[in-house]
């Protein structure tokens, strides 16, 4: 990598702001700001830093409306408003996707929109950790805060999920490297294990690392649970690897002080999906009965937890949440967003915060073609070119304050740092501009309605 100047030419400098990349929600950042620009972020990874610097190339800058030609053409922020409200209010089957990266307070309208004219609201749980969201339901969720693994974990194990690469400052932050109150000498006090197929980054980084094969998480995991209960294992090699190391492996497990077990989407995209988390959920609470043993998902987006703990607060269901009858219902691989595209449901869909253009499978996205599009978004995207109107969006935790919730449950604040640009809005005041001109629509009294 070549050498880069350190950044000097700088008006000020913002401190403590806080990452909107990933789930670790990193808020120790400072931003260097010029001429009303960051134009230097210390303490980020490489994957933060680059978000909060943005590409001014990609960003979506005025509100735009699809023309008879195909061609998206730039018209102000009333018609574009009107227009939008118009489809949402006419909509039958409308769908409300994506959520995970902008704020709580974003989302307290979009739910108020949701529920008077009866759409889905999902986030991108239903395509990550929802076989999380729903293990949890079946098994229980014993989970931890950052803090407590920093201060207190002896053993980390990673499991499908590959930190350095996802979440690169995990280790560093949180999990492995930290000196914490009871573990004075950080990486030195603690074992590092990788479970994943491949010899990842975060493999090479930790003291252990068991292969499994593609696919073998079940059985892995069973065979684990089978040697902890004492069992004696009848297959020589279990999902590729030799019951002795198993055996060695549990053993050390149930002799630790505390252990922290972080799993990503090896577990939820892989054969068995949520039965994979089940077990693994049931493996910590076998693991409790000989020492101390707790778990976290490992969140993508930096407020993807967030859309999940307001929804099931709020609405009782963490996502995939249909107001069409009036109540609240939730029925996975029946409301959730990629079931009801594929079977062609909805006749509008408006994406905020999130690029199914580019993270859906094909056959989602071919209706998706088909049906009229609402993107609120501030940066150009694949799903910019399936959009029919665009409304673009500030940048939550850099132009915009808001509320998020970490990977562990703990909310923190972003604040702003600089002015958007002046032909951008806030996700909030764009989603409650909906909500203002659908009631119109409607003939719905604001001040009963909220109600
Ligand atoms: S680890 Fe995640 S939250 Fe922290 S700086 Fe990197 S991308 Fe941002």
Redesign the pocket.
Known sequence: MAYEEPITDYDHIVENC?????????DD?TYLVKDGHVVGVR???????S?VMEDMDQRLMVPMIRDDNGKLVEVDWDSALDKAAELIAGAVRPVFYGWSETSIETMKYGLELGELVGAVLDNQATICHGPSLQAVQNAGYPVMTLGEVKNRADMVVYTGNNAMNS????LG?YSTFPRGYFRKRGRFDRTVVTMDPRYTDTAKMSDIWVGFEQNGDYEFYNAMRAVLRGKKLKKDIISGIPKEDIEELVESMKNVEFGALFFGLGLTHTLSKQRNIDIAISLIQDLNKFAKWNLIPMRGH?NVNGFNIFMAYEMGFPYGVDFSRGYPRYMNGETNTIDLLTREEPDVFMVIAADPGAHFPGGANRHLANIPVIQIDIHWGPSTELADIVLPGSFIGVEAAGTSYRMDGVPIYMKKAIDKPETCRDDEWIVNELLKRVQKIKGVDAKMASK
């Open positions: 806080t990452c909107a990349f990933c789930g670790c929600n990193c950042l303490h980020a990874c490489r994957l933060g830093a978000k979440h690169p400052r995990h932050r930096f």
